[in-house]
């Protein structure tokens, strides 16, 4: 790999896997997000918002098992990895059809952004339930088992389809995998619900207006002889603490430790403003899906929200770290990642979706700052009719 690409903010134009192969090198990359084509036998095309000229074609979500399927699959089960074994137990399994020439196509690339990964680095697959259950057996046999950590579940707030003989579809799948235990998750919150600041938040200081809870001081290891101690002193009141007896009395001294009423035991007042809010779970509802009408929708199909890779991005990564994304299309990832202050590298094949990337890149950037990253690969021109040209 090149300096500018060491540093990251460099945008290929090119396969995917042969850039990986020939340009990303070892435990280059901290992070790695795909959004790779689902398996949804359908075409996508860039709709090119106010604007009359026709839809550019973006990429082509359609798999058949032809004379290209086959070559491919015969290069990736010469080696001797779990790539191999699991794409030859598959087609036992599956038979040689779509679905196999899908995974046939990630099975390479999957490999190679393990390898790019450093020991520290994650990888988080975002894909839907067309192909997520293999996808996972790909995963487990690249990356082990062992370093699997997620499988969250985004909620569409606009299902899919609705259709007459299943639950309609609401929800994508995002695969994390850990490059090995070294990797770190930075805990991510959303604001309190008001039903449970209501709930739990039930008193109110007089002093200061401020909202707090009481908090059990209990410890619930009773085994624990330098933590037994009587509090508050005098009182009669013995007990296996969570805290030192000098920690204690300095949360005491310091108001944040009170008897709640006559011959209640002592707890821990918790300030409400001082909580960073609910800690995020694996089913993540409150991230929109964009449609046409919202302000961020760029006309790009499978575009995902900012605060989709924003979250991703801080819960997995450093300040500095290098992003990359290897089918970048609108360029949600990168830009994500430079408000971030993240270093990134990303890749299409697709010219359309290269140059709606620099585009926002650049807007992002300002009209009077120099474009922060390089791009790498000659891009067709646009001829007379909107199409492009070699």
């Not at 390898?115 to 975002?126: A, D, I, K, M």
């Not at 490059?179 to 449970?196: E, F, M, N």
């Not at 204690?248 to 009170?258: K, N």
């Amino acid at each position: 790999m090149g300096d500018d690409s060491a540093r990251g903010n460099a945008l290929y134009y090119g396969d995917n896997l042969t850039i990986l192969r020939q340009q990303i090198a070892d435990a280059a990359v901290d992070l790695v997000y795909l959004d790779p084509p689902f398996n949804s036998a359908q075409d996508y095309h860039l709709i090119h918002k106010g604007q009359e000229t026709p839809p550019t074609p973006a990429f082509a979500d359609t798999w058949a098992w032809d004379t290209a399927a086959e070559r491919a699959f015969a290069d990736v089960v010469q080696g001797e990895g779990a790539a191999a074994r699991i794409l030859l137990a598959l087609r036992d399994l599956i038979g040689t059809n779509g679905l196999l020439a899908y995974l046939t196509m990630m099975a390479p690339r999957l490999v190679e952004l393990h390898r790019v990964l450093r020991p520290t680095g994650s990888l988080f697959l975002h894909c839907d339930t067309s192909a997520s259950h293999y996808l996972k057996i790909l995963l487990d046999g690249i990356f082990g088992a062992a370093n699997f950590r997620n499988e969250i579940a985004w909620q569409r707030t606009q299902p899919k389809a609705h259709v007459s003989q299943r639950f309609s579809r609401a929800h994508d799948v995002i695969l994390w995998y850990a490059r090995s235990p070294a990797a770190r998750l930075r805990r991510q919150y959303v604001p309190h619900a008001p039903t449970y600041v209501a709930s739990f938040y039930t008193h109110v200081e007089p002093a200061t207006g401020r909202r707090y809870r009481l908090d059990n001081l209990a410890n619930p290891n009773h085994d624990r002889p330098n933590l037994t101690y009587e509090f508050p002193p005098g009182s009669g009141v013995v007990r296996v603490w969570r805290w030192t007896r000098e920690r204690m009395a300095q949360a005491w001294a310091a108001g944040r430790v009170v008897v709640p009423a006559r011959g209640q035991v002592v707890a821990y007042k918790r300030y409400l403003d001082e909580m960073p809010g609910t800690p995020v779970t694996d089913l993540w509802t409150d991230i929109e899906h964009l449609h046409h009408a919202h302000q961020e929708h760029l006309g790009y199909p499978t575009q995902k929200p900012l605060a989709l890779l924003t979250r991703i991005i801080a819960a997995s990564t450093r300040e500095g770290a290098i992003v990359l994304d290897p089918f970048c299309g609108s360029g949600t990832t990168l830009v994500a990642a430079q408000r971030l202050g993240r270093r990134w590298i990303g890749i299409d094949t697709a010219a359309s979706a290269i140059q709606l990337t620099q585009a926002r890149l650049l807007a992002a950037s300002g009209p009077d700052i120099a474009p922060p990253f390089t791009v790498v690969g000659a891009l067709p021109t646009m001829s007379a009719d909107g199409d492009h040209r070699p």
